[in-house]
């Protein structure tokens, strides 16, 4: 059963453009949610994360947006540049399980094309 | 500060074959998980640690095991090797969760292992 799902295996998206990665959760009571970011042969890096009392965090070009009601997040960046091709995971837990409780969604790849 | 700090990078094994992946880290954090990602598969957790001397089960930790003997070292030992392990393993350490706070994971490179 995949509670974390990121239905877009890839996004394609020119230079300069705005990237939307989303991602669906059917656990609810998941309360905070994470985006990772991936390059080739190397680990998963932290990107953003939202707790679900707010429905918007940003940080510089990346916002993440929470609809709870959809029980849905998406990531934006604007804009767009080539070093954010990468894989995104989307992960998302309980907070008061602490870290050790992160389910991943199954990745978005993205690529910027120049 | 070298970080999450994973060897070997790859490994071919033979079914039933064992083998140790080494995991280190120099953050003095508290907690260390084990991953494993397979292709087109979200990652998932083989288990975790929330100190020296205190292992869990993740998600998925049958046919694994695991010490934590030192703040820094968390290796991941598999037995008797068999293909559905082939996949590719992440370590990871982040600070202890304060409540409410989530504290990110940090990652080592990975380790692709191939078990024939």
């Known amino acids: 059963d995949q509670q974390v799902k990121q239905n877009s295996p890839s996004l394609s998206v020119q230079e300069g453009r705005i990237s939307i990665l989303n991602c669906d959760y059917t656990n609810s009571m998941f309360d905070y949610f994470l985006w990772y970011k991936k390059y080739p042969a190397e680990g998963p890096t932290f990107l953003i994360s939202i707790s679900s009392i707010k429905d918007k965090n940003e940080d510089g070009r990346f916002t993440v947006f929470l609809n709870k009601s959809a029980k849905h997040l998406s990531l934006h960046i604007v804009p767009s540049q080539p070093g954010d091709s990468a894989v995104y995971f989307c992960a998302a837990t309980r907070s008061n399980f602490g870290n050790e409780k992160l389910t991943f969604g199954t990745g978005t790849r993205l690529t910027i094309i120049p | 500060n070298a970080g999450v700090t994973q060897t070997p990078k790859f490994r071919i094994l033979k079914i039933g074959q064992s083998m140790t992946l080494q995991c280190a880290q120099d953050?003095?954090?508290?907690?260390m998980y084990w991953y494993r990602q397979d292709p087109g598969m979200g990652l998932k957790l083989i288990y975790y640690?929330?100190?020296?001397?205190?292992?869990d089960k993740g998600e998925v930790p049958n046919g694994y095991n695991v010490s934590r003997s030192t703040t820094e070292d968390f290796p991941l030992r598999l037995e008797l090797a068999a293909p559905s392990q082939t996949s590719v393993y992440f370590c990871a350490s982040s600070y202890s969760p304060l409540a409410g706070i989530y504290n990110e994971q940090f990652f080592g490179p990975g380790t692709r292992l191939t078990v024939l």
């Open positions: 640690s929330v100190g020296a001397g205190i292992t």
């Open positions: 953050m003095n954090h508290n907690y």
